[in-house]
């Protein structure tokens, strides 16, 4: 029986691929399922798997050649048949198709089933419930039953989600205007690739200072300032989603969750490990992870899930005394924050001279993404939740 | 309280009843000179005398019609069934007559009687007398279908059934004559539509009736000690009325539930307790229902075919591994 081998849709938006490499050559017996080329959609590289048996008769799109989806590139068929009336029609794909005359009556082969989708969780009724009674994201757990089915056991100590709203699906991404294409043109014409900006604000930390102090006398978990600083601007980046975004070139994707990357120093360079769902944590879980995670770093031990995926990053020199700097964005991110040290200074309140714990905080911003008034906003939260530090758990 | 066997708990009902009220006798092939095939009537000739406890030719449509005439004429029949495999013969007088009397008479004319005899396999009497009914007489409005575990419930469900004023079809387990429990001597009995608790659990509801409790209680012991499943074991004891209440509220503990029977599985009790389930406690459901049955084949004669033609512990440990997720 005579199969066409022709090129599948193996993307849902694939139109066109490229025929790679040939596993089979013509000649080669073939077996329905067999890999007999490798394609390059415009996702990625796939199989093209044979949809019939018998001998790979005819290479009709050799190595290199790109062909439309649903066009012939090649005859499988018995050893002796004669599969002229086919390679008649299969031209290469180049030329002007022939009009089909005289095709023999054979099957188009099976459409593959579109990819599935991953946007439905499945989940036991029991554990949707849970899931809607203890306002859980379910999205974000991974199922350990049949099929990866989220069951009662996986919701079991699972945390709330912070923001339902923007958490399902996690990002939205937002098509360039012709303004933002604009300003992003130019901006990385005038200063480099990331058109950076900076803002600089100056902290009180005085009762951010206090609130650590309390918490350190609990004794479980010593509190530093980075972990306060971490909570809040994970905080504070959900409230202001426009500086949760990745620039991803022809578009912005707005996150609806915050992977928070924290600069760590190494013995030889730089690593950023990230804190996942930042926003859903509690302060207490923020000390543990960020601690554990800089010991990783230092002992190289992180995996690549470990420091790749942030929204947003913080670096601090604060433990080394500097009192303020810019920070460089890790692309495609678009913000970062700088921490200066906490020292006292001699400050007027209310007409008062009075020494207060202060801290400078530099925001670097891709301009392609943030906007000066934007950033300048998101800072003021920052800065207005770390003076009043009970805002984290507002 | 004694030890008795369920044979004696069923002996002791009837023996009962038939004291308390003078309209109830006995009728059926060999309930009285040969004191019943099963000896579930032994010593009521010698008590009541053949007014009240009669030997029937083998004849099973007609003894069955004059049970129900009997009814209909005031009298409480309790009509034995040598086997419910021979009741087949009279299925025309239990659905057709017996159901449908109480209806058709716009309620004038009540049918208070216990068509009674054992159901189920036991060892190897093959494909035509190993057979379980159970779903067959549920699916008819107007009955009401028990089928009692142990002695105990036997002979309190018994006794609500010959008291009951609608048809009962009342199932023994052919295999369970000889199992004993305790029994209370004196008056007491088991409501209709009641099932009972058999063992508490917390992860896994194990619902079952007849002779499948043990097997669920056996399941459960193993599951406990080997595998450390908390296992909630539901007597059903009467299939129509379905307790409901009580599976829902286990599953409503557990999330999760198996159904064992020993009937086939396309349109067997445990597919209504399946559909009830899904109804009124899907949010509490972590895992689908998962059925144990007989298999889906006439019984076979062939001792080790016919043992796997059954539930058995091993297929309900399974049953209960997967709807924990444990596998």
């Known amino acids: 029986m005579i199969t066409k081998v022709v090129m599948e849709a193996l993307s849902p938006t694939m139109e066109e691929g490229r025929v790679i490499t040939w596993h089979k050559h013509e000649g080669d017996a073939v077996s329905a399922g067999d890999i007999i080329a490798e394609v390059e959609t415009d996702k990625a590289v796939m199989e093209l798997q044979a949809r019939g048996d018998g001998v790979l008769r005819k290479v009709v799109a050799g190595e290199g050649t790109t062909v439309e989806v649903g066009k012939l590139v090649a005859i499988i068929a018995d050893a002796d048949e004669d599969i002229s009336g086919v390679a008649a029609d299969g031209k290469p794909p180049s030329d002007v198709p022939t009009p089909a005359a005289a095709t023999p009556a054979v099957p188009a082969p099976p459409t593959p089933e579109p990819a599935a989708t991953t946007s439905r969780v499945k989940a036991s009724p029991l554990a949707r419930r849970m899931a809607q009674e203890r306002n859980l994201d379910l999205q974000s757990i991974a199922g350990s039953g049949p099929g990866g089915r989220i069951v009662k056991r996986d919701l079991e100590g699972a945390r709330p989600a912070a923001a339902r709203a923007v958490a399902a699906g996690g990002y939205e991404d937002v098509p360039l205007n012709q303004m933002r294409k604009t300003i992003a043109k130019r901006l990385s014409q005038s200063i480099g690739p990331v058109p950076h900006f900076f803002l600089t604000t100056e902290v009180d930390m005085e009762r951010a200072a206090e609130a650590r102090e309390d918490l350190n006398t609990l004794g479980e978990q010593r509190i530093s300032f980075n972990d306060i600083i971490l909570r809040v601007i994970a905080s504070a980046l959900m409230r202001h989603r426009a500086c949760n975004a990745w620039w991803m070139d022809d578009r912005i994707r707005y996150f609806g969750e915050v992977h928070m990357g924290m600069a760590v120093a190494v013995e030889d360079g730089l690593i950023t490990p990230v804190i996942r769902n930042a926003h859903m944590k509690t302060l207490r879980e923020i000390a543990v992870e960020s601690r554990a995670m800089a010991e990783r770093a230092r002992e190289r031990k992180l995996t690549p899930e470990e420091y790749t995926g942030a929204t947003f990053s913080v670096s601090n020199l604060g433990m080394f005394g500097i009192d303020e700097f810019t920070a460089v964005i890790n692309p495609p991110e678009a913000g970062i924050i700088a921490v200066g040290a906490v020292t006292e200074k001699a400050v007027m309140r209310d007409g008062e001279l009075e020494v207060r714990r202060r801290m400078r905080l530099t925001m670097s911003c891709d301009h392609r993404v943030i906007d000066g008034a934007t950033g300048a906003q998101f800072l003021q939260t920052v800065r207005t939740m770390l003076e009043n530090p009970l805002a984290i758990v507002w | ?327």
């Not at chain 2, 057979?131 to 008819?140: G, K, L, N, V």
């Not at chain 2, 899904?278 to 084949?297: E, K, M, N, S």
């Not at chain 2, 062939?302 to 058995?312: D, F, T, V």
């Open chain 2, 1 to 327: 309280m004694g030890v008795i066997t369920y044979r004696d708990a069923l002996n002791q009902a009837l023996r009962d009843e038939m004291e308390r009220d003078p309209d109830v006798f006995l009728m059926g092939e060999e309930v009285g000179v040969y004191q019943g095939a099963y000896k579930v009537s032994r010593g009521l000739l010698e008590a009541f005398g053949d007014r009240r406890v009669v030997d029937t030719p083998i004849a099973e449509l007609g003894f069955a019609g004059v049970g129900v005439g009997a009814a209909m004429a005031g009298l409480r029949p309790i009509i034995e069934f040598m086997t419910w495999n021979f009741a087949l013969l009279a299925i025309d007088q239990v659905v057709n007559s017996a159901a449908k009397m109480y209806y058709m008479s716009g309620g004038q004319v009540p049918v208070p009687v216990v068509f009674r005899g054992p159901g189920g396999s036991a060892l190897q009497l093959a494909a035509q007398h190993s057979q379980a009914f159970e779903s067959w007489y549920a699916h008819i409005p107007g009955l009401k279908v028990v089928a009692p575990a142990t002695p105990y419930d036997a002979k309190g469900l018994l006794k609500s059934s010959i008291r009951n004023n609608n048809p009962v079809v009342f199932i023994e387990g052919e295999m369970l004559y000889n199992t004993k429990g305790e029994v209370p001597e004196g008056e007491y009995t088991v409501p209709l539509g009641k099932a009972d608790i058999k063992r508490e659990g917390t992860d896994v509801t194990v619902v079952c009736h007849s002779k499948t409790v043990s097997v669920a209680l056996k399941a459960a012991e193993r599951l406990a000690e080997e595998m450390d499943v908390s296992t909630e074991v539901v007597d059903l004891r009467t299939i129509r009325p379905l307790d409901v209440d009580t599976i829902t509220q286990s599953i409503t503990k557990t999330n999760r539930c198996v159904i064992v029977e020993e009937g086939w599985p396309f349109c067997g009790v445990g597919a209504q307790v399946v559909d009830d389930v899904q109804r009124l406690a899907f949010d509490h459901l972590d895992a689908p229902l998962i059925r144990v049955t007989g298999a889906d084949v006439p019984m076979p004669y062939n001792k080790h075919l016919e043992r796997a033609a059954k539930p058995n512990p091993d297929k309900v440990i399974a049953a209960v591994r997967q709807v924990a997720y444990l596998d």
